[in-house]
């Protein structure tokens, strides 16, 4: 079973900032959590990881709780290509299997 | 990051026969993974498959359902055998680079009739 738990669905205006929650309180010391998602049945793409520092890239931006029990994905400036479903994922690295639960759709309204 | 392709992108198949699935990647990689996903769906997977060993697959598949071949550090195939309707779905492989992120390829989109 998926190690987090995600909102179903969420709207985002186009142009404003997108934060899509997950919650992780189960994790362990030496897991990331991984941000992947989907565009309309595309293969995932990966977009963000961390494990307890906040880190962002061209994509995005991960905020992870002190207690690391929670994780926020920032997209910035959210676009219509941004429509998708949003997976976030519990594991460690070196090898470890990727569990997908459910994952959040995201539609970005005009 | 990692190039993957798949072959075929999409078929339409007969109940009882079989589809093998090809996936290539443009680097040698020691890990590669098989995923499924069903219509509406998210991922499941199916399959871990390392080269020069068998593959190990997950609670309910089995490798006479779908035998998987990784005969070197690009190259992995993943056969769906005696199909049926429940088969359909979006066959996808990965790859695992610098030991901390997984890649994903376009994914095959079988139609089992």
């Known amino acids: 079973d998926a190690k987090t738990t995600q909102p179903p669905s969420m709207d985002c205006a186009e142009g404003r900032a997108a934060n899509l929650p997950c919650n992780h309180s189960?994790?362990?010391?030496?897991?990331?959590v991984y941000w992947y998602r989907q565009i309309h049945s595309q293969g995932p793409q990966y977009i963000i990881h961390?494990?307890?520092n906040n880190e962002t890239n061209e994509m995005a931006s991960l905020i992870i709780t002190e207690d690391r029990k929670s994780s926020t994905l920032i997209l910035p400036h959210a676009t219509l290509r941004d429509t998708a479903v949003y997976y976030c994922?519990?594991?460690?690295?070196?090898?470890?299997?990727?569990?997908f639960g459910p994952g959040t759709s995201l539609s970005v309204i005009p | 990051s990692a190039v993957i392709s798949q072959k075929p992108s999409r078929d339409i198949c007969q109940r009882g026969t079989s589809l093998t699935i090809q996936c290539q990647v443009d680097?040698?990689?020691?890990?590669m993974f098989w995923y499924r996903q069903q219509p509406g769906q998210s991922l499941t997977l199916i399959a871990t498959?390392?080269?020069?060993?068998?593959?190990?697959?997950e609670s309910g598949f089995v490798i006479d359902k779908f035998p998987i071949s990784r005969p070197n550090l690009t190259f992995s195939t993943l056969t769906v055998s005696n199909m049926s309707p429940e088969d359909s779905s979006i066959y996808l492989c990965?790859?695992?680079?610098?030991?901390?992120?997984?890649?994903f390829g376009p994914g095959t989109r079988l139609l089992v009739l």
């Open positions: 990965s790859v695992e680079l610098d030991r901390e992120t997984q890649y």
């Open positions: 189960t994790i362990s010391g030496n897991e990331y």
């Open positions: 961390g494990l307890k």
């Open positions: 994922i519990v594991r460690e690295t070196s090898y470890d299997k990727v569990i």
């Open positions: 680097s040698q990689v020691t890990m």
């Open positions: 498959a390392n080269q020069g060993s068998e593959a190990t697959y």
